[in-house]
């Protein structure tokens, strides 16, 4: 999330910038409101106005779509590398497939990839089934993070997990009941590696 931004802010940015990249226009207040399911706009004008003076959004009055993202966003873009399962490890595509025409600043990173998310063992903690996951590049995460890792000896597959680790074991921890968490102890953890601490996420407009 960029530094700037509490996270009720940047979910309507990330809507908006979606939106229009997806309906070739604006969304209107109204649309903004139904998708966060609010009943009246007084809220989300507050937050259209703090984005606007920030430099995120211009405005075009007298437009009923007048609220739309400052180009000056948009970067280099963010790569699209392959898939990476949130249910079971599955193998990591290297090929860019895609680039995502979102700044990776929004997401408070000078450089970042997404991996689309397969599966549901993340839904807990609100990434879900055919959600962009956007990773900053790093070796190493704090306890209790989110990260993108890969696990040796599992045909170099990727996946979305909680990172929990101690003294004698490394766990690999769903957010999601249904699933057990992979545990890895002594010398089993060297075959964990990070690829990157999850910083976000684009979800298609619906």
């Not at 408070?108 to 990434?127: E, N, P, T, W």
């Not at 190493?140 to 989110?146: D, F, L, Y």
Request: net charge positive; hydrophobic share 45%.
């Amino acid at each position: 999330m960029t530094s700037d931004l509490t996270p009720r802010q940047q979910s309507v940015l990330e809507f908006i910038i979606t939106f229009q990249q997806e309906q070739r226009m604006a969304p209107t207040v109204r649309e903004i409101c139904a998708h966060f399911g609010l009943s009246g706009p007084a809220g989300i004008h507050r937050i259209l106005n703090l984005l606007k003076d920030k430099g995120y959004l211009v405005a075009e009055a007298g437009k009923k779509r007048a609220w739309r993202f400052n180009r000056d966003v948009i970067g280099p873009g963010i790569p699209l590398i392959g898939t990476i399962a949130a249910g079971q490890p599955m193998e990591a595509i290297e090929n860019i497939e895609a680039e995502l025409s979102i700044s990776p600043a929004l997401f408070g990173c000078k450089r970042c990839f997404g991996l689309r998310v397969k599966g549901d063992s993340m839904i807990d903690a609100h990434i879900m089934d055919g959600d962009l996951a956007i990773i900053r590049p790093q070796k190493r995460v704090e306890n209790g993070q989110i990260a993108a890792v890969m696990v040796q000896n599992l045909l170099a597959e990727a996946t979305l997990k909680i990172v929990r680790f101690d003294r004698s074991s490394l766990t690999l921890e769903p957010a999601n009941a249904a699933y057990s968490p992979l545990v890895f102890k002594g010398p089993q953890r060297s075959q964990v590696t990070v690829l990157g601490k999850y910083v976000g996420i684009v979800r298609k407009v619906k």
